[in-house]
């Protein structure tokens, strides 16, 4: 089993992050995908600053290579955010289902 990790990633609205996510999990590449709403984004995009309301996934797996490949694939943006932050520590059962939920036995 690859080491665990949570993976943020922004979505233009509700209804592809639900698509992503669906498809994430189904896939297999994610144990659970959080989403977050009302997000407001600040970032610089072709030289201006930019604003827009997205969507935070909090995606949790095992296998970042496999879900990174299926969000560039799933994503609609050119640059999709997609973040890994490795999990230090966590309930040895939540991880260990996190484990199996991606496939990992």
Do not use: Q
């Amino acid at each position: 089993m690859d080491s665990p990790v949570v993976v943020l990633c922004t979505f233009p609205d509700v209804e592809v992050a639900r698509r992503v996510a669906g498809e994430l999990v189904t896939r297999r590449l994610a144990a659970c995908v959080n989403l977050v709403p009302g997000v407001e984004s600040i970032y610089r995009w072709e030289g201006e600053v930019e604003r827009s309301g997205e969507v935070l996934g909090l995606i949790k797996t095992t296998c970042y290579p496999e879900l990174e490949a299926g969000l560039k694939e799933l994503h609609p943006y050119e640059v999709p955010e997609i973040v890994a932050l490795p999990v230090g520590a966590g309930l040895p059962a939540y991880l260990a289902w996190l484990g199996e939920s991606c496939g990992n036995a």
